[in-house]
């Protein structure tokens, strides 16, 4: 192999050279949600002062992970750290209100522990909280990394700056994409194949709004995609299956999307795009 290649790879190396893994991050994440959830839990605890000591050790192991990223913050590691665990009941109420959206809005689920173990929106959606937590103590890479372990074992992208409020509810979640600067409200139930994406993939504007905002109570079924940083949905509105929409609507409405079936001369299906407001 050439000599040249191999030097600069070495030297590469040499510049991370205890850069966190992405299975040490995983693996630290994993044990966070062991801890909130007894259901992810890899140990068993048989006092309370050494439950206390696992907790304390997580966060000095937040400390080491974010002491060790390559992309570095004006914070000191160890104040991240504490913020971050002093933060930890806010974030786990989130995440029980979110398992009493999923509950409450799927006639599948059977109980909350089924939720919790199975749904593959609650590991999203909880990997979320972690991650846009972290975002937002200005915490670079390590958010993105948690993000996408969650991506690969759910299927769901979802971008750790985007803001989402209480009772979120993603139901079988395959496909679903929540883009950077999107805003979502309170009780809002999104289905598969879901894109809250941008009009403009320019570089430029990766520090504008490109990402649309929902409404509170919105409903979002499947393959439907919502384009646009200017594009809002109003509270309480239902959006249906595959609809397109990228401009705003006002609160309460319904855009659904509806095939006409070819005529016997054999002419294309046409595709109408209709919306009622309350």
């Given amino acids: 192999m050439n000599r040249d290649f191999i030097n600069t790879l070495y030297i590469r190396q040499q510049a991370c050279p ?23 839990a890899r140990l068993q605890f048989t006092t309370q002062k050494e439950f206390e000591l696992h907790v304390e050790k997580l ?21 991240i750290a504490e913020q971050f665990f002093d933060t930890l009941p806010a974030l786990h109420e989130k995440m029980e209100q979110d398992i009493t959206a999923l509950y409450e809005g ?9 939720v919790i173990r199975t749904y ?21 890479l390590i958010p993105r990394i948690i993000s996408e372990y969650a991506h ?9 700056g985007a803001q989402i409020g209480t009772f979120f509810c993603i139901d079988h979640g395959t496909g679903v994409v929540i883009g950077e600067t999107t805003v979502i409200g309170d009780h809002v139930k999104i289905y598969q194949g879901v894109t809250l994406g941008a009009l403009s993939v320019d570089k430029k504007d990766a ?25 809002h949905v109003g509270h309480d509105s239902v959006i249906g299956g ?25 002419e294309k299906d046409t595709i109408i795009f209709k919306g009622e407001s309350a």
């Fill in 106 to 114: 799927d006639p599948a689920a059977k109980s909350r522990t089924e």
């Fill in 18 to 40: 205890n850069c966190p893994s992405h299975e040490v991050i995983a693996n630290w994440f994993n044990d966070l949600l062991g801890t909130l959830f007894p259901d992810f």
């Fill in 59 to 79: 966060k000095l192991q937040l400390d080491q992970i974010l002491s060790r990223n390559p992309v570095k913050t004006e914070q000191d590691s160890s104040e």
């Fill in 152 to 160: 690969g074992k759910t299927g769901i992208d979802i971008h750790p």
């Fill in 207 to 231: 520090k504008t709004k490109r990402h649309p905002t929902i409404g509170d109570n919105a409903v979002i079924y499947a393959g439907a995609t919502i384009l646009g940083g200017n594009t």
């Fill in 120 to 140: 593959p929106g609650f590991i999203a959606i909880a990997a979320h909280r972690v991650a846009n937590l972290l975002h937002t103590l200005e915490v670079s």
């Fill in 242 to 266: 595959n609809v397109w929409l990228t401009h705003s609507i006002p609160p309460f409405s319904k855009i659904y999307y509806q095939a006409q079936m070819s005529n016997a001369e054999g």
